[in-house]
Structure formats: structure tokens, C-alpha cells
């Protein structure tokens, strides 16, 4: 049996709320209104393109923060380089299809079945919970107060506004220091190898990785998560007896 810890860090996108998925939707309905003008390429090789591109683009090593925080210009960067692989180079399409994505997208995003009653459920049992979110300000706070979920948080950490994000330890500590808990007493729950299962135990604290895909481990990862969930919602799963005892100590 597992018992609860006295706090647990969440990550948000693709964690609590359901944001890749969304948005290989969204790029579906983009790449269907627009191939029509991308002569000689079907929307599957389109949309097959760009997003095999943003993969790229998002998952380079050492990727600067500036990226992250500049959404709506990344995206056309990336766009620009999937049609320059299909021999287009019109960087006004490029834009105008980015600039589509990003006003549907938002539009898009949803929490995960049972993500935010599994946030009530972990408040209401005494755990601690914090929120740790990298991306610009504004977009992730429109996130966050879209689905009311601040109130389920006693420190939320935003990369935009506390000057740093993930992997970087002082969003870690911060967060703690302001739950008043330790790394041994702290769990952090996300979807991210690197961000939240490398870095958080490096620092001693509990990694919980989100497999929503039910995949398994990336053969290419070398770090081992202490537990592997589908949802948060299996935080609550086998919880031990002495679980809210322990959340409240």
C-alpha cells in the first residue's frame, strides 16, 4: 500500500490538462483548410510534416526558454521549416496557418477524465499541492483560471514570472519552501523525463511520471521513475491506511 506524501508538485500541460493531444488535433483541422494551398501535398503528408517538425523543434537539446515563452512565434518558426521540407517557402502561408493554430488551440484544451477531482480529493485529505508550470505568464495563467484550478494550490510557480522553469532546482525548492516540506516528504508529478523525474530526483524528491500514452519508458531514457501512473487520478489508487494521517503529520 502507498501511502500519500505531505506534498506533491504538479506539472500542468499534459499532465492535468490534455495539451499534446489537443493540439495534434487542432494542426489537423489547420493543415485540412490549408493544404489546398500548398500545391502537390495531401493534408495527411501535410500534417504528417508539421507535426513531425514541432517534434523536432520542441525536443532539440538545450532548447532556450525563449521559445517557450514566445508560443505564437515559435509556432511560425516551426511551420516555416515544415513547408520549406515540402518545397514552399512562403513564410506569409507559414504565419497565416501558425497564427490559426494558436487561436483555436487554446479553445481546445481540457483536464484529463478525473484530474480535478483528483486535485479535491488530494486537498481535502490534508496533502499539500503545488503547481509548477513552465511557459509564458499570461497563457499559462489563462490556463490555470480558465479551469479554477488555483484553489486546489497553495504555491503555484509559473516559468514567465518567477524568472526560471524547469529543470532548473530553485523552481523545486522555492516551491517547497513555500509549502513548508522537505524533498524526502515531496512527490513531483509529471510528464517530462528530464523536468520531472531527472531533475526533481537529483534533489531527493519522489518522480511520478504521467504515461498517458500507456507506452512505457522511452528505450533512449536512462532515469528510472519511482512510480509510473496513466492519470493522476491513480495517486489515489492503493492508498495505504495511514494516508491521511501521513499527508497531515
Known amino acids: 500500500m502507498t501511502a500519500l506524501p505531505k ?84 513564410a506569409d502561408l507559414a504565419n497565416e496557418m501558425a497564427d490559426r493554430f494558436s487561436a483555436t488551440r487554446g479553445e481546445a484544451i481540457r483536464p484529463f477524465a478525473g484530474a480535478v477531482e483528483t486535485l479535491a480529493a488530494l486537498r481535502d485529505r490534508g496533502v499539500r499541492l503545488g503547481l509548477i508550470t513552465n511557459g509564458a505568464a499570461e497563457p499559462q495563467w489563462a490556463k490555470i483560471d480558465r479551469f479554477e484550478l488555483a484553489q486546489y494550490f497553495g504555491v503555484i510557480v509559473v516559468e514567465g514570472e518567477f524568472g526560471v522553469g524547469k529543470p532548473d532546482e530553485r523552481v523545486y525548492r522555492h516551491a517547497m519552501r513555500e509549502l513548508g516540506v522537505t524533498p524526502a516528504e515531496t512527490w513531483m508529478v509529471g510528464d517530462n523525463f528530464g523536468w520531472e523525474v531527472e531533475a526533481p530526483q537529483a534533489l531527493g524528491i519522489t518522480a511520478v511520471w504521467c504515461d498517458h500514452a500507456a507506452t512505457g519508458v522511452p528505450a533512449h531514457e536512462t532515469a528510472t521513475p519511482d512510480r509510473t501512473v496513466t492519470s493522476i487520478a491513480e495517486l489515489l489508487l492503493h492508498e495505504g491506511g495511514d494516508a491521511e494521517r501521513g499527508a497531515a503529520d
Open 7 to 90: 506534498a506533491i508538485l504538479f506539472d500542468l500541460d499534459d499532465t492535468i490538462l490534455r495539451f499534446s493531444a489537443s493540439g495534434e488535433e487542432c494542426w489537423g483541422d489547420v493543415c485540412e483548410s490549408y493544404a489546398p494551398r500548398v500545391d502537390g501535398v495531401s493534408v495527411g503528408r501535410l500534417l504528417e510534416t508539421v507535426l513531425a517538425t514541432s517534434t523536432a523543434y520542441w525536443t532539440r537539446p538545450k532548447l532556450p526558454a525563449s521559445k517557450r515563452l514566445d508560443l505564437p512565434r515559435s509556432r511560425r518558426e516551426h511551420v516555416t521549416t515544415a513547408l520549406r521540407a515540402l518545397g514552399v517557402d512562403d
